[in-house]
């Protein structure tokens, strides 16, 4: 990994984009937004991330996020509760989110995220890329000798990294014991595969280039959706799939 002057990352734009009219409702495009199940509550890991939802729905969503990437942040604050409530309850669709590393913080809350039994997975994984304005002014703001010590990525940098921008101690709020915090910020064996896994999407949706991953991507059965990156262009492609056949 990259030295943590590597947190030219960190220059990520601040821009929130705005929802467009089309999404002050977003549940009334879909068919039936009424019908309510608890397949979003539904969560079991994978071999690269972890899956909501109705493991048998005919449609897969698939979504690569950073959370350094502010951009992940604003999609999961204008999409995950319009996804969790119009497709996942149902059982229409399933959503698998894969971390995507591209440096050592990635790799450290990731870590946390899915630090604890799968089916708490959605909310750690939310109170991380939702509380971004919490932990990524902290890390902007940290001196260039303790980034370029974070940058090394061991087990010793992730523990100091957790400590300093208080990572550690957001999910200890949510009830996770200090030993267990520790012991997964500590696990060399995972974060291996974390890493391994996440480089695996990256050669198989192309995206080696670096600039190209500082935003989320999605993969809607099996194919990667060219030039969308923000709920704005994936809500028209839901749409499309999920309208009610009277208004398409």
Known sequence: ??????????????????????????LSAFANPGERNNWHNQIERTERGHKIGNPDSETELIVLTSYTCEECGVFAREGGGAIDLALLAPGRMSLEVRPMILNTVDLTIALLAQCGDAKGFKNRH?????GQDRWLPELRSAPLS?????????????????????????????GASRTDINRCLNDEMTARAMLSMSQADREEYGLE???MIERP??????????GVHDWEGLY?????????????
């Open 1 to 26: 990994m990259g030295s943590l002057a590597a947190l030219a990352f960190l220059a990520l734009p601040a821009g929130a984009q705005t929802q467009a009219d089309s999404l002050a409702n977003p």
């Open 126 to 130: 939310r109170l991380y890329l939702l």
């Open 217 to 226: 991507h999605f993969v809607l059965n099996g194919e990667l959706l060219q």
């Open 236 to 248: 028209a492609v839901l749409v499309g799939r999920f309208r009610p056949e009277t208004e398409r």
């Open 146 to 174: 303790q980034q370029n010590y974070w940058a090394r990525g061991d087990r010793q940098a992730r523990l100091s990294m957790a400590t300093a921008l208080d990572l550690d101690d957001m999910l200890a709020g949510r």
């Open 209 to 211: 280039n670096l600039s």
